[in-house]
């Protein structure tokens, strides 16, 4: 369902419509090769409203927003804001236009207040009115008390507000915010929508956000789906919804039997997707349900099949997957670089008693402990500054505890680390590698690191290329990769000797959904195979892949449990079926107003 944009002539002040794009073609040149970012693009943006724009890495949203800010021309085709065109009207355009990049735009050695004053200069925003409105922004924000605070030392989600204070410094008649979810923890994931919903209301701002979160989406006035750079799809959340309406049904299964059940129903002919939602497998089908539920309930006679209204992340899952099974097999399934166990064992293969890291009189981690059984996925959640990342450094033997006992893989990680570490992946938070080698060559420098003989690098190297699906790219730099491509490469330089266990810190950050279901795919495949991994992630709801998680606030542990107990926590007689978001949200506040005691 493509929406034709309106006339990219009607008058400022009297349109409908905030930004147009009309056939717009993109292209860079690499080289001797040229990419086509852009192939005949066609979207309007309405005015006075948010409209999400999403899509899998390469579909081309920086490109939109980065044309839409004036950063880029375009090669064919027309652009219009507010019915202007920006080629005859940069001037008079750019005053209607907020941009906030990816990493904020903002300058990490200067202070809050520093990078505000800057900020206010570019956008030639008179003094008489600076005060008021920097103060303004930082009631907004909750920013107050930082302005002192160099940008650099702030958490994610207090640079997220600061990036888009900054981009509000003189008020836009469109926002163009791209990405601004990514990394940062669902709090201030929930802050940043309320700011966003208040300038709407107050100030009458047009919004363009691209993002990877389809919850995100779905609170959006318009949703636009691209991919290779065109647009699939514009319209409300609800419209597109309906383009899958009659082809979704559930079943009710339990943890010990879900990811059995999961491949059993990906082989079914007609099946498009299964993934985890609740104590449920949620199935998206290519036809109507009826004749595939009743298949299923042939195929699993104990299962509780029940027919169940689609969502929008079903329309975009259908939109973006190719024709085929909705799984194939992967060499990981085949072939696991963890234990040749299919059982999981009942000694832990992590252990972690009264941890402490302190960095001064900070402490960033305080008195955590737990356990991981071999071939268990167990998930470490928490806001943004919660002591996550500080925990799995010191896991992985990259920085020591100031107390407590930490065992992986029954070494203690006090008295022999890099015995420790030879037994572990790590999959850092950020891009880890070798920005200036290929990928080719980041594999066989891994391989080579980990001690692999030449022989059995070979072998793992052609199986990183084949099962991450990197033959394509093998030649090419890694740090141009784009990011989906590039979280692939990181986990495979991760699993390149068989790990004993797998850390995995943000893996899935800013992705799209098709590629977080691949990659969770591959990690429960992994898990039954008898590895081990512990995982931390902002998309709160792919904890109910996990079998068991803890959430963190402050350096302490809030709660632990399954993701069933973990929901528990916020159901009440009127609301019986909270998400995971929302329990995560009411762990969080509750463990904040206790002081941070769990």
């Known amino acids: 369902m493509i929406v034709p944009p309106p006339s990219l002539t009607e008058t400022p002040g009297r349109t409908a419509v905030a930004l147009a794009f009309a056939d717009v073609h993109k292209s860079f040149h690499r080289g001797r090769s040229t990419v086509s970012a852009l192939r005949g693009t066609t979207l309007s943006v309405p005015a006075r409203a948010v409209t999400a724009l999403i899509g899998p890495d390469g579909a081309g949203k920086t490109t939109i927003m980065r044309l ?195 491949r059993e129903l990906s082989s079914i002919k007609g099946v498009v997707d299964v993934s985890t939602l609740a104590d449920s497998l949620h199935v998206l089908t290519a036809r109507d349900v009826s004749d595939l539920a009743k298949m299923t309930h042939e195929r699993l006679p104990e299962a509780i099949v029940e027919l169940t209204p689609a969502r929008l992340e079903d329309a975009v899952v259908a939109m973006l997957t190719p024709p085929g099974p909705a799984q194939e097999t992967t060499s990981s399934e085949r072939d696991a670089p963890g234990h040749s166990q299919p059982h999981r064992a009942l000694t832990p293969m992590i252990t972690v008693k009264g941890a402490t890291r302190a960095f001064g009189s900070f402490l960033a981690v305080n008195k955590i402990s737990f356990e991981v059984r071999r071939g268990e996925v167990f998930g470490l959640l928490g806001a943004n500054g919660a002591g996550k990342t500080t925990t799995f450094r010191m896991l992985c033997g990259l920085l020591p505890p100031t107390s407590g006992q930490l065992h992986v893989a029954g070494i203690d990680l006090r008295s022999a680390p890099a015995a420790a570490r030879a037994r572990i992946g790590y999959v850092s938070q950020h891009f880890s590698l070798y920005g200036e080698l290929t990928v080719f060559q980041n594999l066989r420098f891994f391989a080579s690191a980990y001690g692999l003989g030449r022989r059995q690098r070979a072998q793992r190297i052609g199986w990183a290329l084949d099962e991450f699906d990197l033959v394509s790219v093998r030649n090419a730099v890694s740090g141009a990769l784009p990011l989906g491509f590039g979280r692939r490469l990181a986990m495979a330089c991760a699993l390149m000797h068989k790990p004993d266990v797998l850390f995995l810190d943000e893996p899935t950050s800013g992705v799209d959904p098709l590629t977080r279901r691949r990659f969770w795919r591959r990690i429960t495949a992994l898990a039954e195979l008898g590895m081990t991994v512990l995982v931390t992630t902002h998309h709160v709801e792919e904890a109910e892949y996990c079998d068991r998680l803890v959430i963190m606030v402050t350096g302490r542990l809030a709660t632990s449990g399954t993701p069933a107990e973990i929901r528990s926590f916020a159901r009440t007689p009127g609301h019986p079926s909270p998400t995971m978001n929302e329990a995560f949200l009411s762990i969080v506040q509750a463990s904040q107003d206790s002081g941070g005691d769990p």
């Open 68 to 262: 839409a800010a004036g950063l880029l021309r375009a090669d064919r085709g027309r652009i219009a804001i507010f019915g202007m065109d920006p080629r005859t009207g940069a001037r008079a355009d750019h005053a209607y236009i907020g941009y906030m990049p990816q990493r904020f735009g903002l300058y990490e050695d200067l202070t809050v207040a520093e990078n505000l004053r800057l900020y206010g200069d570019l956008q030639g925003v008179p003094h008489r009115q600076r005060t008021a409105r920097y103060e303004q922004l930082m009631q907004m924000t909750g920013l107050s008390p930082f302005l002192s605070r160099r940008a650099g030392r702030l958490s994610g989600g207090m640079q997220q507000k600061l990036g888009l204070a900054c981009t509000l410094v003189r008020t836009p008649k469109l926002l163009l915010l791209d990405e601004p979810t990514a990394g940062v923890d669902p709090v201030s994931r929930r802050d940043l929508w309320t700011i966003i919903n208040s300038i709407i209301r107050d100030e009458g701002v047009s919004v363009l956000v691209s993002t990877a979160y389809i919850d995100e989406a779905e609170r959006c006035h318009q949703v636009i789906v691209a991919h290779d750079g065109r647009v699939l799809a514009m319209g409300s959340p609800l419209e597109l919804t309906r383009t899958v309406a009659g082809r979704t049904f559930s079943i009710r299964t339990s943890i010990e039997t879900r990811r059995g059940w999961q």
